[in-house]
């Protein structure tokens, strides 16, 4: 069985000696309306709706009404251009770690005008442990969702609104990432929630789910046997731990046994035979490593062959993973992705989301804002807002975390006008825009970065010219500069983790 | 994924200072002639095919050809009894530890006296590890079999050979072990084995077989974690260990999580969230047993898992499980049995097998017999040469594994039986027939009853053993090993009421059979049953004669009657040989007296007669009972009426003997003396349209799943419509519940005053049940 809860890492020592910088997080605070927040067992993830007043760039006609003749329009501009205020709606989404929770509601306290709101939305398994503080702090009434309902709602909305929001898992190839184009139609799908258990859910529509399986093998079982025998009580350095080991010295493979494959059964010699097989008859001691990359292959691949199973009972093909044993750890998406492969003969692959850490935040803050109907419309997700993929994975990115603190965003626009596909194309579900897929053409790649960083100044020195007039126009335009040179320089860096499909142009 | 091999321990200290006890394990290995064995990682299991000598009692016909009349035979007995010496084929299969591989070797070595076997077929992951030492030691080449072939032969082997094979599982339940009645079709089932790692088999025929799936999370899994929690390095004190624990003080349970129930989900409070979830984020120590029920916990619920869901891919409903994982170890059978509970909602059930540890050794003995077609034959397990389930469990049966010695070995034999069987073409539903009316291991007063009414028993089959062979030699040392045999046999099944499969009288009644069998009594009761039907036939045309002058209403009665009355005239009740021993002057009209009025216990009567006023039956089998009176007195009158009538008869009779039954050699001197006497049945003889057959067993009970094929062919070629089964054996401990196809009878008198009792009724209360099949069903 298997659940999306977390276990509690005792060592929240509440960190208040932290200054928040303001215009970095929790962006639009002023104006933000309704809160959800979804607390895991390390993680917090906070959302809120806000409105964001933007300057437009208005056309409007002359009124040529009285001229007859194109000749006489000549000299005349065709039609003239105003700046204008907007105010779109914009979804927050801020990740950071559990510790960080007092500071953060001090600073939304500090920072919220709007008083009409009365209410949170929260989920996850803390949300009951902190509710207290956060009513104290907020002076909101927290309002308890159910975790599953929250996840999958949250799921539903990004595979719908984000592109490229989902993406397999390759180690060895040249791009680790291949993001999956959005199908116009989402369901049906399974996802497998690996928290501390398994929760294997088959969604059908928006609101049609169920719990069709699970498994009490999960991160938990890792991070507690793991603890046990390697006396390493941290769930990131036992996955460090595990990608270092080897699993052979541990494990009882089937050359073990029989001095080789066994072929009529159609089994190689280096399958495991048995996990953890060697230690039942070895007296040696077994390194802490090799035992957690054991310990690792155990659970991915029971995990694997469950999911394989229950989507081939169910006839689904679709199946996504969540939950904190996967969430930004690349060493448990390839032995997930390995495992699936193995046990369907390719037939299915496993998928992967980029914003899965945010799935109960979305969706709790989607249930608070059902009144305003948030399914009616079509979102976008803000790149300048938004951090890109494994902004805070310790493993992959110590440099940037360390830069960027343990922050990490998602912001997503509301389309004014709902979008669909082409009515003409011949086949929707195989329709891909773009020509070149960049994170897979390396030659490409390098060619669009230099260029479009050697065409930068152009467009600061053009952004500048197009607002004479406006204050602070080259301030501004200064900080887009370093904005989007920061963009460019973290793709470069990472092409391959970058947070979607990079695209020309 | 998963592999039957076991892994060695790594402490095979050869243990050469035991003698083993030659006439208890390796028996009749002087004749033995094929070898196959199998070498896990802790037990080794030895198969072998050998002849056994049996003496058999043959009843032989004088020659009264030169005689007339029926008076000039006076005084003379009908035909002659000479014990003769049969053999017969019998598998021996043998498992001990490894430990003692050498001492068994040597011992086999000496005892050897066949040389045509050059080989021994081999399988087990143990195979390639002494296959030196056995080619060595026995001078026999070493034939390697594949492991999951010889698995999955085997188990079609028990599945179809040995009823009772398979039982559910059951803690908490009267009987923890629930046996399953053999299906004919055994096809197709799933085997989860579990050893080091697991393997899922499909099984859809005798040669077809598929590892569909399996999983690296077995036995070793829970042998080689376990031991690196626990430092327990011995399997078997690891699931002592875990029965000890509590697994809620290591696992995090949905309500540590949500505080009580996910109840949207579905999911209780008490459900484990995650195995080992309270140890990733907790810093104290956890206690050994805890952490091993844990760890016993997450396994079985995984494999239960993954079993459930390729059942329900391949829709397939028989599960059975094996390896040692679970040989013998009802912890493992218990959380096994829990999880696929859970995870089927109660659909499936987790199968066990007695058997299960000999099935490799039993498979690659068939490789190698295949030239011997031994599945063409019918098998029967030798409840005499067998170990109860269980026998070598260290920790069910410490005080009996003591008492074995120091040397633990578990048995098993099974004799070729010389026909085929098959079922009984008339059964309504031939899967779900059921032989026994009660099953002893669940109905604990029933199971004392009869286990003291065997016990008391006892010394009077021993004296009747004795008397039958006054000029044998070491007739009584042999009656005494007999004795003392069977009440061990009895002693075991009143502490584990399961060791054979479903305690029943029927069991009862053949490991006596098989009992007196091992020690050369081959029928005890055979000069009693000679005497008894000299001196019936003598009354034989006296009845008949009455009979015909009564009226037909009279008549049909008193021939129920007769049948009845004959009926009382049986050995293996003890209230009857009570009787028949102090007067043996008791007739056939005082035990019409004896009979109770009508209305009976069961009295289907008025609906016979009225029956009988309708148009004949076309044919009509007759299972008959006892020699003497009731067969001669009771039965030949009433088949004669049914005869005159214009019904075929087919007289079904044992094969072998058990108690006074009669055999059908002995019925066929029997008939073609009334025949001598009478012309009717003379008459029908000649036409063919009375007809004898054997029923293929031996028992002085009836299971009609297990019938000889000429019988079942004699059946269908006849178009039969009636089928008649006559006493306590047959019709009451089995039977009394079967459904047939067509019209029956099922008649008996009760001379057991408990069973009497039982039923709402007294001693010598008759059952006449008469049940014609409802017209829907055909």
């Not at chain 2, 690296?216 to 399997?235: C, E, P, Q, V, Y």
Request: proline fraction near 3%.
């Amino acid at each position: 069985m298997a659940l999306c809860g977390v276990a509690d890492t005792g060592s929240h020592s509440m960190d208040k000696s932290i200054t928040l910088p303001p215009d970095e997080i929790f962006r639009n605070l002023e104006n933000a309306k309704r809160f959800a927040i979804d607390i895991g067992g390390s993680l917090t993830k906070l959302a809120y709706y806000s409105t964001v007043q933007h300057k437009v760039a208005k056309v409007r006609s002359f009124d040529h009404s009285a001229k007859v003749s194109l000749q006489e329009t000549d000299g005349d501009p065709l039609y003239e251009i105003s700046v204008q205020e907007e105010i779109t709606a914009r979804l927050h989404f801020i990740k950071f770690e559990n510790a960080y929770i007092e500071t953060c509601l001090d600073f939304i306290k500090d920072h919220l005008v709007n008083t009409e709101t009365k209410v949170i939305k929260a989920t996850g398994g803390g949300a009951h442990k902190f509710k207290d503080l956060i009513e104290k702090k907020l002076k909101l009434k927290v309002d308890k969702e159910d975790e599953m309902t929250c996840l999958i709602k949250g799921c539903n909305f990004v595979l719908k609104n984000i592109p490229h929001e989902a993406f397999v898992y390759a180690k060895h190839a040249d791009s680790e990432f291949r993001f999956q184009h959005t199908h116009p139609d989402i369901f049906p799908y399974l996802l497998i929630n690996i928290g501390s258990g398994v929760s294997i859910v088959k969604v059908e529509a928006e609101d049609k789910f169920e719990r069709i399986g699970g498994s009490s093998i999960g991160g938990g079982t890792f991070w507690g046997l793991g603890a046990l025998l390697t006396k390493t009580k941290r769930f990131d350095e036992l996955l460090q731990l595990a990608s270092k080991g080897q699993h052979t010295n541990v494990d009882m493979l089937v050359k073990d046994i029989y001095g080789g494959a066994y072929g009529s059964l159609g089994l190689t010699g280096d399958l495991i035979a048995s996990s953890f097989g060697k230690s039942a008859t070895t007296d040696k001691e077994f390194s802490k490593e090799d035992m957690a990359k054991s310990l690792l292959h155990m659970i991915s691949n029971d995990i694997g062959q469950l999911a394989c199973l229950y989507a081939k009972l169910h006839n689904l093909t679709r199946v996504y993973f969540g939950g904190f044993f996967i969430r930004g750890h690349p060493v448990t998406m390839h032995t997930i992705t390995y495992s699936i492969n193995f046990f369907t003969k390719g037939e299915v692959q496993a998928l992967f989301l980029r914003h899965e850490g945010y799935l109960g935040a979305i969706g709790a803050f989607l249930k608070g804002a059902e009144e305003d109907n948030p399914n009616q419309y079509s979102w976008g997700e803000n790149y300048a807002g938004s951090s890109g993929l494994m902004s805070v994975s310790p493993e992959l990115n110590p440099i940037q975390r360390a830069r960027s603190g343990t922050f990490d965003m998602l912001e997503m626009d509301r389309l004014e006008r709902q979008l669909v596909n082409l009515p003409l194309l011949q086949d929707a579900t195989s329709y891909i825009p773009d020509t070149v897929d960049l994170t897979e053409d390396a030659l490409a790649r390098e060619y669009w970065l230099y260029c479009f960083e050697e065409a930068l100044d152009g467009v600061v020195k053009r952004a500048i010219a197009s607002q004479k007039d406006q204050p602070e126009a080259v301030e501004r335009a200064e900080k887009f500069r370093q904005k989007y040179r920061h963009k460019l320089q973290t793709l470069r860096h990472q092409p391959l983790l970058s947070r979607r499909r990079m695209t020309w142009p | 994924m998963a592999l039957s091999g076991g892994v060695d321990r790594g402490s095979h200290s050869m243990d050469k200072s035991i003698t083993l006890p030659p006439d208890e394990i390796f028996r009749n290995l002087e004749n033995a002639k094929r070898f196959a064995i199998d070498i896990g990682g802790s037990l080794t299991k030895l198969a072998y095919y050998s002849t056994v000598q049996h003496k058999v009692a043959k009843v032989r016909s004088f020659d009264h050809s030169t005689k007339v009349s029926v008076q000039e035979t006076d005084g003379d007995p009908l035909y002659e009894i000479s014990v003769q010496e049969e053999i017969t084929a019998r598998l021996h299969f043998i498992k001990f530890e490894n430990a003692y591989i050498e001492t068994c070797l040597d011992f086999i070595k000496d005892h050897l006296v066949n040389t045509e076997t050059k080989v021994i077929k081999a399988t087990g992951g143990g195979a390639h590890k002494f296959k030196d030492l056995i080619e060595k030691k026995l001078k026999l080449k070493v034939d390697k079999e594949d492991e999951m072939t010889c698995l999955i032969k085997g188990c079609n082997f028990v599945l179809k050979n040995i009823p009772h094979e398979a039982f559910v599982y059951a803690k908490h339940a009267d009987s923890e072990f629930r046996f399953q009645h053999t299906h004919p079709d055994i096809f197709p089932y799933l085997l989860i084995n579990i050893g080091s790692g697991v393997s899922i088999v499909k099984v859809e025929a005798e040669d077809k077989f598929e590892r569909i799936g399996g999983s690296s999370i077995g036995g070793g899994t829970f042998w080689g974690l376990g031991a690196l929690l626990t430092k327990t390095k011995r399997f078997d004190e690891l699931l002592q260990l875990a029965s000890k624990g509590q697994h809620t003080n290591v696992d995090m349970l949905v309500k540590d999580i949500y505080g009580g129930a996910y109840g949207s989900l579905g999911l209780t409070g008490d459900l484990i969230a995650s195995s080992f979830g309270k140890s990733a984020t907790t810093d104290k120590e956890f206690s050994k047993e805890d952490m091993a029920k844990s760890l016993l916990h997450m396994i079985s619920n995984d494999i239960g898992q993954l079993a459930c869901l390729y059942a329900k891919l391949h829709n397939l409903t028989r599960v059975y499980f094996g390896g040692f994982f679970i040989r013998g170890h009802p912890v493992t059978m218990h959380t096994i049995t829990y999880s696929i509970n859970f995870f089927t909602k109660g659909e499936v059930q987790a199968l066990f097998l007695r058997h299960e540890g000999y099935l490799g050794a039993i498979g690659a003995f068939l490789k190698g017999a295949e030239e011997d077609n031994p599945n063409q034959y019918s098998w029967g397990e030798n409840y005499a040469g067998s170990s109860g389930l269980m026998s070598v469990s260290p920790e069910l049966n410490p005080v009996q594994r003591a008492r074995s010695g120091t040397f633990p070995f578990d048995m098993l034999e099974m004799d070729r039986l010389e026909r085929q069987l098959v079922n009984l073409p008339l059964l309504q539903d031939p899967t779900s027939y059921i032989p026994d009316t009660v099953d002893l291991t669940e109905d604990v007063l029933a199971r004392e009853y009869w286990l003291y009414c065997f016990e008391e028993a006892l010394d009077g089959v021993v004296k009747r053993a004795i008397a039958s062979q006054k000029d044998q030699p070491k007739a009584v040392e042999r009656a005494e090993k007999f004795r003392q045999k069977y009440r061990h046999k009895l002693q075991t099944l009143r502490h584990q009421p399961f060791a054979y499969g479903s305690l029943t009288v029927r069991s009862l009644l053949d490991t006596r059979e098989h009992c007196l069998n091992e020690f050369n009594f081959p029928d005890p009761y055979s000069k009693i049953k000679q005497k008894e039907n000299d001196m019936a036939l003598k009354y034989y045309l006296k009845v008949v004669k009455s009979v015909e002058e009564l009226s037909w209403e009279q008549r049909q009665f008193t021939l129920v009657k007769g049948l009845l009355a004959g009926n009382v005239f049986d050995w293996g009740a003890k209230a009857v040989s009570d009787v028949l021993e102090s007067d043996p002057e008791f007739g056939f009209e005082q035990a019409k007296q004896q009979l109770q009025e009508r209305p009976w216990l069961v009295d289907a009567y008025n609906q016979w007669i009225e029956r009988l006023k309708g148009p004949p039956h076309k044919c009509a089998l007759f299972f008959v009972d006892n020699s003497g009176i009731d067969i001669i007195l009771g039965v030949f009158p009433f088949i004669r009426e049914l005869l005159i009538r214009g019904t075929e008869v087919v007289l079904a009779s044992n094969s072998g003997p058990a108690l006074n039954d009669v055999t059908n050699s002995e019925l066929q001197i029997l008939t073609e003396r009334i025949a001598a006497m009478d012309p009717v049945i003379h008459t029908a003889l000649k036409e063919d349209r009375l007809a004898l057959v054997q029923n293929g067993s031996s028992s002085p009970c009836l299971d009609l799943s297990r019938l000889d094929k000429v019988l079942a062919t004699v059946v269908r070629e006849r178009g039969t419509d009636l089928v008649i089964i006559e006493g306590m054996g047959r019709a009451i401990h089995t039977n009394y519940y079967a459904m047939l196809s067509c019209e029956s009878l099922k008649l008996a008198v009760i001379k057991n005053s408990w069973l009497a009792e039982r039923l709402g009724g007294k001693i010598f209360s008759v059952v006449f049940k008469y049940e014609v099949p409802s017209k829907a069903q055909g």
